[in-house]
């Protein structure tokens, strides 16, 4: 008998009730039970041209038909080394990769097949899947040998414990090199750690996965501003190779008022937040204060991390973005979590300036409403100012989730850049500099943190081979 195609009933995650979860950052998605898991796997048609679809979708290509297959089978643990054939941190991606304009967005349940166009069916629940497999392993307390090649007797320095670096010191020391990664920060995880809230990424995930690359052999040396207390020509010196993935951690503002008190760029806020606790403020030595009333700007991940935070401090929280919700690059689901705890949401409005008092206090966001007029270079239509349509949002505090860049620091001077200030690589990741290699948002101003892996993962390749052969081709211009 023909299987039936499932097409409308998907598993919805379990989540705690938004009155709950804006009281504390507590995790509040709640992951599928096995029963939920298994019954979500077999909505998966196993397609034959996969490749074109879902696993086309993933950026780091995990065979996503193979470990959903091994779940049907009950086989978790082989689901698990299927992932980590390609993704090394399932529970991480499982949370925050956009899988709606990724995997799931190719899922041919999201198809009329008899009509070749689209349907009103809903994926496969890839991403909930994929945590769950990676939960199911760190929760059961399984000690996963991970094979490792012999030593090489050679060394790599990677710069930055975000999502990219780890990855690469993952590959490295896989293939029997001897990795220390070096951190500014005093914990690893980089953007998954200060960036992304509790709420949404537990912070035990992520010391479980810092601990798996330990378990390799690699090092983490903590408080280490590369351009400031080592320089990267040290590194060059000391190394037979090093990697370069220091993130786009400099916030940029831009707007009239913004020296104002009480105008923060988001990366500070949910530093002193994530990273510092300073929630717990006066127990924690951190504090951050931004009054009563907040307006966001912004409509991407940042923005959402920075409301969700705002949210659980208590605030008034206003999001200001000049496009509309299909055209920001949030996802559509977390917009419905904020709308369910309370927040604010201002579409098609363009914030033109901060307004302060006497004082240089913030009391307001000037706005004006747009509408949406012809499609710009990138394809979406653009927004066009509304005629006496300007307005204020009153507020104690701005933050700005938007324009973020590279920090310089590490590579100034050194390495040839972009204009907009990015390491300059070519397509094997190698800088204007031999044996100095650069990857993640250092090189693309600002990604998604699978994207990040992606980079570290390929990096590792050709590291790995420039080590055994030393050739280098970057020509520069």
């Given at each position: 008998?023909?299987?039936?195609?499932?097409?409308?009933?998907?598993?919805?995650?379990?989540?705690?009730?938004?009155?709950?979860?804006?009281?504390?950052?507590?995790?509040?998605?709640?992951?599928?039970?096995?029963?939920?898991?298994?019954?979500?796997?077999?909505?998966?048609?196993?397609?034959?041209?996969?490749?074109?679809?879902?696993?086309?979708?993933?950026?780091?290509?995990?065979?996503?038909?193979?470990?959903?297959?091994?779940?049907?089978?009950?086989?978790?643990?082989?689901?698990?080394?299927?992932?980590?054939?390609?993704?090394?941190?399932?529970?991480?991606?499982?949370?925050?990769?956009?899988?709606?304009?990724?995997?799931?967005?190719?899922?041919?349940?999201?198809?009329?097949?008899?009509?070749?166009?689209?349907?009103?069916?809903?994926?496969?629940?890839?991403?909930?899947?994929?945590?769950?497999?990676?939960?199911?392993?760190?929760?059961?307390?399984?000690?996963?040998?991970?094979?490792?090649?012999?030593?090489?007797?050679?060394?790599?320095?990677?710069?930055?414990?975000?999502?990219?670096?780890?990855?690469?010191?993952?590959?490295?020391?896989?293939?029997?090199?001897?990795?220390?990664?070096?951190?500014?920060?005093?914990?690893?995880?980089?953007?998954?750690?200060?960036?992304?809230?509790?709420?949404?990424l537990d912070r035990e995930i992520?010391?479980?996965?810092?601990?798996?690359?330990?378990?390799?052999?690699?090092?983490?040396?903590?408080?280490?501003?590369?351009?400031?207390?080592?320089?990267?020509?040290?590194?060059?010196?000391?190394?037979?190779?090093?990697?370069?993935?220091?993130?786009?951690?400099?916030?940029?503002?831009?707007?009239?008022?913004?020296?104002?008190?009480?105008?923060?760029?988001?990366?500070?806020?949910?530093?002193?937040?994530?990273?510092?606790?300073?929630?717990?403020?006066?127990?924690?030595?951190?504090?951050?204060?931004?009054?009563?009333?907040?307006?966001?700007?912004?409509?991407?991940?940042?923005?959402?991390?920075?409301?969700?935070?705002?949210?659980?401090?208590?605030?008034?929280?206003?999001?200001?973005?000049?496009?509309?919700?299909?055209?920001?690059?949030?996802?559509?689901?977390?917009?419905?979590?904020?709308?369910?705890?309370?927040?604010?949401?201002?579409?098609?409005?363009?914030?033109?300036?901060?307004?302060?008092?006497?004082?240089?206090?913030?009391?307001?966001?000037?706005?004006?409403?747009?509408?949406?007029?012809?499609?710009?270079?990138?394809?979406?239509?653009?927004?066009?100012?509304?005629?006496?349509?300007?307005?204020?949002?009153?507020?104690?505090?701005?933050?700005?989730?938007?324009?973020?860049?590279?920090?310089?620091?590490?590579?100034?001077?050194?390495?040839?850049?972009?204009?907009?200030?990015?390491?300059?690589?070519?397509?094997?990741?190698?800088?204007?500099?031999?044996?100095?290699?650069?990857?993640?948002?250092?090189?693309?101003?600002?990604?998604?943190?699978?994207?990040?892996?992606?980079?570290?993962?390929?990096?590792?390749?050709?590291?790995?081979?420039?080590l055994r052969t030393k050739n280098?081709?970057?020509?520069?211009?």
């Amino acid at each position: 008998m023909a299987k039936k195609i499932r097409y409308l009933d998907r598993n919805k995650e379990p989540m705690i009730e938004a009155s709950e979860r804006v009281k504390s950052f507590r995790e509040y998605a709640l992951g599928f039970s096995p029963n939920l898991a298994l019954d979500e796997a077999k909505r998966c048609l196993f397609c034959k041209d996969a490749e074109q679809r879902c696993i086309k979708g993933c950026p780091i290509h995990v065979d996503i038909p193979g470990f959903i297959k091994k779940i049907t089978e009950g086989d978790l643990l082989g689901a698990y080394k299927k992932i980590i054939e390609t993704d090394v941190f399932p529970s991480i991606c499982g949370r925050v990769c956009p899988q709606e304009r990724q995997c799931e967005g190719s899922c041919i349940l999201y198809y009329d097949t008899v009509r070749d166009r689209k349907a009103k069916g809903l994926p496969v629940s890839i991403g909930a899947l994929e945590k769950f497999v990676g939960d199911f392993v760190r929760i059961s307390g399984i000690k996963l040998t991970e094979e490792k090649a012999l030593p090489t007797g050679m060394r790599v320095a990677v710069v930055g414990a975000g999502p990219s670096g780890l990855a690469c010191a993952y590959d490295l020391a896989k293939r029997g090199h001897e990795v220390h990664v070096y951190e500014a920060l005093p914990k690893a995880g980089g953007v998954m750690r200060y960036g992304i809230p509790p709420a949404r990424l537990d912070r035990e995930i992520i010391d479980y996965e810092v601990q798996r690359l330990e378990s390799l052999g690699v090092k983490f040396f903590y408080g280490h501003v590369v351009g400031r207390t080592v320089s990267l020509s040290q590194l060059k010196e000391d190394y037979d190779a090093v990697y370069l993935s220091v993130g786009a951690g400099r916030g940029k503002l831009g707007l009239k008022g913004d020296h104002l008190k009480g105008v923060f760029s988001a990366i500070e806020v949910l530093t002193r937040v994530n990273l510092m606790e300073a929630y717990r403020f006066p127990e924690a030595p951190t504090p951050v204060d931004l009054g009563r009333k907040v307006a966001i700007i912004g409509g991407g991940f940042t923005a959402v991390d920075c409301a969700i935070t705002s949210l659980r401090l208590g605030l008034e929280t206003h999001v200001v973005y000049r496009r509309t919700r299909e055209t920001s690059s949030a996802r559509q689901e977390e917009w419905d979590h904020l709308l369910e705890e309370g927040a604010k949401i201002h579409w098609l409005t363009q914030p033109v300036e901060v307004l302060g008092n006497e004082k240089g206090e913030v009391i307001g966001l000037k706005c004006i409403k747009m509408e949406l007029g012809e499609p710009d270079e990138s394809g979406r239509p653009r927004p066009v100012p509304v005629p006496d349509s300007e307005h204020v949002i009153e507020c104690d505090s701005v933050i700005f989730a938007i324009g973020q860049q590279a920090n310089p620091l590490a590579y100034e001077g050194i390495l040839e850049t972009t204009r907009w200030g990015t390491v300059k690589v070519n397509e094997m990741y190698q800088t204007s500099v031999e044996g100095i290699f650069a990857g993640g948002d250092v090189i693309n101003g600002g990604d998604t943190v699978v994207r990040s892996l992606a980079h570290g993962r390929e990096a590792a390749k050709f590291i790995d081979e420039y080590l055994r052969t030393k050739n280098w081709t970057f020509t520069g211009g």
